[in-house]
């Protein structure tokens, strides 16, 4: 009996060990700096900055390829923070990917849908719930908005309604303020400063 757990111990060390310098062997490291550039994305997948996802394109940025200012979705304070994180200039949004617009989300009018499912299959997120022949409705809450789904529907039943703000989605909007030089007057500066009292 003791035989056997002295076994059994001895085997789960041996294991335990072997495993330790596999992964230590075989450690995959990703870079942190992707991982946070991708944090401050979006996360729509929509794909108007050229790449197929918001992974894909934090990795681009991180790694030079692509600039900063392709996120119509993130918008202007989107770009804000990917400077400040990266130590960058403020670039406005590149007009080339697209205008930034409020926050939306599908919308299905059920009474036309024919259920052809290829809004399913141009859904990133699985954001749309239906089967062929069948009626198809939209997830609002897993929805980004993506407007991916748009062109694929045959009878153009599908819209984009904003979303409305609410305490839940509000996000405290970059503050834009200019900044104005100010000449400056070398004599009042020189003449103030000599007739202070000592």
Known sequence: MLTAL???????FVLGVLLGI?????????????????AILPQTQCGQCGYPGCKP??????????????????????????ADLLGVEFKPLNAEHGAPKPKSVAFID?????????????????????????MHTIIATECTGCE??????????ITMVPVAENPDNWKWKYPVISIKAIPFDQSNSTSHLNSTPA
């Not at 002295?6 to 789960?12: D, E």
């Open 6 to 12: 002295y076994i059994m111990l001895s085997l789960a």
């Open 22 to 38: 596999a992964a230590l062997l075989f450690k995959v490291e990703g870079d942190p700096l992707v991982a946070r550039i991708d």
């Open 57 to 82: 394109y934090a990795t681009a940025i991180a790694a030079g390829e692509a600039d900063i200012n392709q996120c119509p979705p993130g918008g202007d304070a989107g770009v804000h923070a990917l």
């Open 110 to 134: 059920e009474a036309t849908c024919i259920g052809c499912t290829l809004c399913i299959q141009a859904c990133p997120v699985d954001a749309i719930l239906g089967a062929a022949k069948h």
């Open 148 to 157: 991916l789904c748009l062109a694929p529907c045959p009878v153009d039943c």
